[in-house]
T-cell receptor
Framework: GNSVTQMEGPVTLSEEAFLTINCTYT??????LFWYVQYPGEGLQLLLK?????DKGSNKGFEATYRKETTSFHLEKGSVQVSDSAVYFC?????????????FGKGTKLSVKP | DAGITQSPRHKVTETGTPVTLRCHQT?????MYWYRQDPGHGLRLIHY???????DKGEVSDGYSVSRSKTEDFLLTLESATSSQTSVYFC?????????????FGDGTRLSIL
């Protein structure tokens, strides 16, 4: 079935460092891809999305490009801040299979040090 | 932020007791979802609803039931709680159910079963 694999971390960076969180997927058909962010004690918030191959989603300095040839959707940010410390989830939409709805990766915890 | 309220936010109970979690939305969205979040598993879908009195099972539905008697409320019930159901539970909503549509999440309920 469809699945999402992301680097589990934790990832620890210094402020202003470059961030990459890898995400690859397995899917039949043409899913949409999402990145969600979860700050401590809160629910998940949509960070960005891409709905077709070569689309680039972007928000708050974060970017991710839907790469069909490598089945990847890596999250990047050029200069992280302490306020970016959170858990990041990659997800794909799956509305055709028995699982239905969103399928999430296991999450990657990011800690940014001043 | 989407108007989603989960109650209670925290609950501790004993094995074998019934537990009901409530999700209330003010967005008049048709679709509502219950997920559980566990370390090493990301989020997994328990049940979802596509309208009043219309529900379906997700990936991990065993031991859970749901009800939706009004558009705004979606209840998750553990008929006889077990320690394996200790988790953080998230409600989500979406206006439509399509591959491009993100879901919006509540802040979660932390449930501990002793």
């Amino acid at each position: 079935g469809n699945s999402v694999t992301q680097m589990e971390g934790p990832v620890t960076l210094s402020e202003e460092a470059f961030l990459t969180i890898n995400c690859t997927y397995t899917a039949t058909g043409y899913p949409s891809l999402f990145w969600y962010v979860q700050y401590p004690g809160e629910g998940l918030q949509l960070l960005l999305k891409a709905t077709k191959a070569d689309d680039k989603g972007s928000n708050k300095g974060f970017e991710a490009t839907y790469r069909k040839e490598t089945t990847s959707f890596h999250l990047e940010k050029g200069s992280v801040q302490v306020s970016d410390s959170a858990v990041y989830f990659c997800a794909l939409s799956d509305y055709g299979g028995s699982q239905g709805n969103l399928i999430f990766g296991k999450g990657t915890k990011l800690s940014v040090k001043p | 932020d989407a108007g989603i309220t989960q109650s209670p936010r925290h609950k501790v109970t004993e094995t074998g007791t019934p537990v009901t979690l409530r999700c209330h939305q003010t967005e008049n969205h048709r679709y509502m979802y219950w997920y559980r979040q566990d370390p090493g598993h990301g989020l997994r879908l328990i049940h979802y609803s596509y309208g009043v009195k219309d529900t379906d099972k997700g990936e991990v539905s065993d031991g859970y039931s749901v009800s939706r008697s009004k558009t705004e409320d979606f209840l998750l019930t553990l008929e006889s709680a077990t320690s394996s159901q200790t988790s953080v539970y998230f409600c989500a909503i979406s206006e439509v159910r399509g591959r491009n549509q993100p879901q919006h999440f509540g802040d979660g309920t932390r449930l501990s079963i002793l």
